[in-house]
């Protein structure tokens, strides 16, 4: 299954730290982030993995680059997958009351606009602090805090990172290059699916998942392990009506929907997410440990 953050290509493969591009768009960054007070550098969790306490030393070291070249960059506390997969399935409880209130998200994010964890609500969706402090600058001081600030290689002219975030991605991971760094994940991810998709106990709860969802009526579309848990939330996803997307993802559909449109759909879409939650608890519980121990790319379970 996939989350928005995975993706496969080269350029995305540095995509997994974009909290460092916060000043390219959005974000919802916890104001409560480990942080040393007036230090401008982020406490590094000792209970972190080692992926994402890299991901914390870039951060820092983007910041401390930045200052030197004269702006200010807020750190940003990467997100920890583990952690973030566990109102999506790896925890039951806690995704029971986050399916409970939100369903999978489709139309929460109209219903509870000031409610931070619901997915696409305008609280989410607050400009981060490096976005609105960009916005305070001149254009001539933009262009000079992009190019401060650099980014990861496009495939074509620049072949690493560049800038700040080239300073700070090799303090963070040393002189592997953005292809090397990309083989060996993609070829770790490669194993870890396989690993997971060829693990028998899986495959056999996975096929008893699939069979009470369709005692429920609900069509299922793979029996994979790194696909069916996040199954019906994609084809509830996809199903939606495109204006049921709140902000820029419904402009071209016309006006977003309504609260009072949204509160029927949002019941329906709570009913299948549990459905699905109940269906999928016994998998889940075998999958996680497995999966969070050697992720892939595209096979949570949520």
């Known amino acids: 299954m996939s989350r928005s953050r995975t993706t496969r290509n080269l350029v995305a493969a540095a995509v997994c730290l974009l909290p460092l591009l916060a000043a390219c768009g959005t974000g919802s960054s916890d104001s409560k982030s480990p942080s040393a007070a007036g230090t401008g550098q982020l406490n590094v969790p000792a209970d972190a993995s080692d992926s994402v306490k890299k991901g914390y030393v870039m951060e820092n070291a983007v910041?401390?680059?930045?200052?030197?070249?004269?702006?200010?960059?807020?750190?940003?506390?990467?997100?920890?997958?583990?952690?973030?997969?566990?109102t999506d399935g790896a925890d039951y409880s806690l995704t029971k009351k986050f399916r409970q209130k939100y369903g999978f998200g489709v139309y929460s994010g109209i219903v509870y606009p000031d409610d931070a964890p619901a997915p696409g609500s305008e609280s989410a969706d607050k400009p981060s602090a490096n976005a609105q402090y960009v916005n305070t600058l001149t254009p001539a001081q933009k262009s000079a805090y992009d190019k401060a600030l650099g980014g990861p290689p496009d495939g074509k002219v620049d072949k690493d990172w560049t800038g700040c975030m080239g300073t700070g991605h090799k303090e963070a991971y040393g002189s592997l290059s953005v292809q090397e760094e990309s083989a060996r994940t993609q070829q770790?991810?490669?194993?870890?699916?396989?690993?997971?998709?060829?693990?028998?106990?899986?495959?056999?709860?996975?096929?008893?998942?699939?069979?009470?969802?369709?005692?429920?009526?609900?069509?299922?579309?793979?029996?994979?392990?790194?696909?069916?848990?996040?199954?019906?939330?994609?084809?509830?996803?996809?199903?939606?009506?495109?204006?049921?997307?709140?902000?820029?993802?419904?402009?071209?559909?016309?006006?977003?929907?309504?609260?009072?449109?949204?509160?029927?759909?949002?019941?329906?879409?709570?009913?299948?997410?549990l459905q699905d939650l109940e269906c999928g608890k016994d998998f889940r519980a075998a999958y996680f440990p497995k999966f969070l121990k050697a992720p892939t790319s595209g096979g949570g379970a949520g």
């Open 188 to 273: 770790e991810e490669q194993a870890n699916a396989q690993a997971l998709n060829g693990d028998a106990s899986l495959v056999q709860l996975a096929q008893s998942y699939a069979n009470c969802l369709r005692k429920d009526g609900i069509r299922v579309s793979t029996t994979q392990p790194t696909s069916i848990g996040e199954m019906v939330k994609l084809q509830a996803h996809m199903s939606a009506p495109a204006n049921a997307r709140s902000g820029a993802a419904s402009a071209s559909a016309g006006k977003t929907m309504t609260k009072e449109e949204s509160l029927p759909l949002l019941q329906k879409d709570i009913d299948l997410s």
């Open 63 to 86: 910041a401390a680059c930045m200052k030197k070249a004269g702006f200010t960059y807020t750190p940003e506390a990467p997100d920890d997958p583990a952690k973030g997969w566990a």
